[in-house]
């Protein structure tokens, strides 16, 4: 929305903030000042604009050129990479388990190095039945991820969610940087390394 001259200066002609605590007491800041421990939102300016309907209404660039050919774009929570690419994360993830289990003295050299990829990355190692399995898992969570964007407690097919909407939030809270299936997958990442 822009820095904090802009986004008082909107404030303020809009009316939502006080112009006087805002010259004298600086009672308002871009993201809200502490009271008691918390930010109070009332005190942030994005807050404040973020309520006005104009705002929460307008249409990204993205979301307009999408709208003009017909599509609709949604916005999914920022740093859940499962949902990447139909399961890429979890392939990535798998073949970054395979590198670790590669000793280090056999991968110390860069020729070393460059042939221990070759043998992790290749058709023996990324299959068909792989990428499908990974590219299930990554769509249980989209669908989970649909019924609460629609809602609904169904998805489009009338089947019920299969990871739980619960899983879904509590991920949400406990990730808040990108990372790698490893991270959050762990135990299915290596049940599918020790089929090999």
Same mark, same amino acid.
């Given at each position: 929305?822009?820095?904090? #001259?802009?986004? =008082?200066?909107?404030?303020? &002609?809009?009316? *939502?903030?006080?112009?006087? @605590?805002? +010259? ?5 800041? #871009?993201?809200? =000042?502490?009271?008691?421990? &918390?930010?109070? *939102?009332?005190?942030?300016? @994005?807050? +404040? ?13 993205? &979301? ?133």
């Amino acid at each position: 929305m822009g820095g904090q #001259k802009g986004l =008082k200066q909107i404030c303020i &002609e809009r009316g *939502l903030v006080s112009l006087e @605590k805002t +010259l004298v007491d600086k009672y308002y800041s #871009k993201d809200g =000042k502490k009271v008691g421990g &918390e930010v109070d *939102l009332n005190t942030s300016y @994005k807050h +404040l604009l973020g309520q006005c309907k104009d705002f929460r209404e307008e249409q990204s660039q993205l &979301e307009k050129i999408a709208d003009s050919y017909g599509y609709e774009v949604w916005f999914t929570p920022k740093y859940h990479c499962e949902f990447a690419g139909e399961g890429i994360e979890y392939m990535w993830g798998y073949m970054k388990l395979l590198y670790r289990r590669i000793p280090k003295k056999d991968k110390n050299k860069k020729e070393n190095f460059i042939a221990s990829v070759k043998r992790i990355v290749n058709r023996e190692t990324v299959t068909a039945v792989r990428i499908r399995r990974f590219s299930r898992r990554a769509r249980r969570y989209i669908r989970a991820y649909y019924v609460k964007h629609m809602g609904k407690d169904e998805d489009v097919e009338g089947e019920r969610a299969e990871i739980s909407l619960k899983l879904v939030e509590e991920m949400v809270k406990k990730f808040k940087t990108h990372r790698c299936a490893l991270d959050f997958a762990y135990k299915f990442v290596k049940q599918e390394a020790e089929r090999c």
